[in-house]
């Protein structure tokens, strides 16, 4: 019988999303992490640039599991002579999958202002030629406007917007047919199953097969979430998503065990274990290769030069780093296939 509890993971899923985090912006969602983690009776530690570790018990090799927290997003470059904002992205954030957002700015002085990501012009009937003809450009021909009455430059400023700010995209959950739409699926619905993985080992008393650490890291949009590890840590697994596509196999019900990324394959000892570990849990997997574009924290790891194994999992997601759509069966096949490979049976 499973221990996937889908509506702790929903919940958990839906706390984690109203917390906004783009990359560098870690402090609350870091906090929330912690709340959660306390709730299941484990006690969280923090790492100096910002991130969230959990011992799960065990004994042995350690071996950590990691999820991600931090989102994609945007920051402030300038302010413009209009009082619009052109803006940078955080991670690999394209124009053509925000557009038309709704986004808040988080000023320095601790204030949050609501707006949208709109092109410049931006109303097609009197522009139509022009808006379709020229692709979104974040340099030149899109930026933010705040949902206050300005025209300058200046009455924006006087608003405490500046330079740097981190601007948060809205992430528009929904849920319907057990198909789960909603911004930062990528890893946000996978740090949900790590906090329900450590409920189920808490509340069933689950015999972990070694010494386990939960690392919900805050840097892996761009690239070093998880530079720095515990000490003695001799294995990873990464819990991400798995992008769909036509050449690809990953499946929005299923979940993808990773044989390799844009950076490197995933080690062949550990990646056989998980294989083996879903055969013998009857896990609804596939095998699944993702090029040109993707890697994930496991691979920070490894190129930091830490002497371990890294593999990675996760439900099958469409529309990465757009409104990714992922099921409710792709978190469950994660979770079991997960719990199947940190378990002793």
Known sequence: MSHFDEKYTLDVFQQLLAVDSTTGQYQAVQEKT???????????????????????????????????????????????????????????????????ENVRVYTADGNVLTGA?????????????????N?????????????????????TRALGVETGDYIALDPRFTLSGGYIKSRFIDDKACAAVLVNLMKAIREQKLKLKRKVIAYFACYEEIGHGT????????????????????????????????????????????TAEIREAAKKSGVDYVMDVFTPHYG???????????????AAIGPGTANSHGYERTHIDGLKNTFDLALAYLTAT
């Not at 899109?142 to 430059?153: E, M, R």
């Not at 994930?296 to 830490?306: E, I, P, T």
């Open 135 to 155: 692709r979104g450009d974040f340099r030149t021909n899109v930026c933010v406007v705040l949902d206050q009455p300005v025209t300058s430059a200046e009455e």
């Open 227 to 270: 530079a720095w590890l515990p000490e003695g840590v001799k294995d990873i697994l990464a819990l991400d998503i798995a992008p769909t596509g036509p050449d690809q196999t990953s499946d929005e019900r299923k979940v993808s065990v990773f044989a390799k990324d844009s950076r490197f394959p995933y080690h062949s000892g550990m």
């Open 34 to 100: 912690a709340e959660l983690i306390r709730s299941l009776g484990f006690e969280p530690s923090f790492t100096h640039k910002g991130g969230v570790l959990a011992d799960l018990g065990g004994t042995g090799d350690p071996l950590v599991i990691t999820a991600h927290l931090d989102d994609i997003g945007l920051m402030v470059r300038r302010i413009n002579k209009d009082g619009t904002l052109n803006v940078c992205p955080v991670g690999g954030l394209y124009p053509f999958h925000c557009v038309t």
């Open 296 to 310: 994930s924290d496991g691979d920070g790891s490894v190129l930091a030069g830490y002497d371990i194994r890294h």
């Open 117 to 133: 990501v709109c092109r410049t012009p931006a109303s097609i009937h009197v522009t139509e030629g022009e808006l379709r003809d």
